[in-house]
């Protein structure tokens, strides 16, 4: 919300906007000066604002990890009746392979199915905002979109391989 009021202030009404942050700025107000004179005293300590493709690939990132997480989530779900039940699905494939996959259709289970289902659906999103996320990179390159884009989903200080295997369904990571 805030990125929208920002933008519109400063590139359509062509303002200059400062935005910082409301308890730092609170805590100077009271403890130094007047809340008129704080911006032309230097008292406001200005947050840093990425641009809109930024914004846009940070955006992309929050979304393909909704989308991961709701994944899991179904895959444990899958987990929980498979324990449930007691079943015993053969240890030499690895989970939610095709292999694998086949073996919990097998169990006619309509849970299990409407899950499996439902990860298909999730996987071809997956791909498909990976597919997105890698065209804007290209792009728009920026050779610090990697360290920024990876702070926004509390990744920290990341490198460009590492940050080439989020988006990479053989080298899936934190699922």
Known sequence: MWYNIYSYLSEEKHLNVVLSNPVKTRAIASAKIKTDNLLRGGY???CYVPDRRIMDLRELVRHRT???RMRTKLKNKIHSIILMKG?????KHCSFTHLYNEELKELNDYRINGYLHLIESLDSEIKGVSKLFYINVDQYY???A?????LEVGL???SPPFFHTL???EHPVGE
């Open 142 to 144: 920026y050779p610090h």
């Open 167 to 169: 988006f990479h369904e």
């Open 87 to 91: 079943i015993q699905i053969s240890s």
């Open 66 to 68: 909704a989308l991961v």
């Open 146 to 150: 990697y360290h920024e884009v990876g």
């Open 44 to 46: 406001i300590v200005e």
């Open 156 to 158: 920290g200080r990341i």
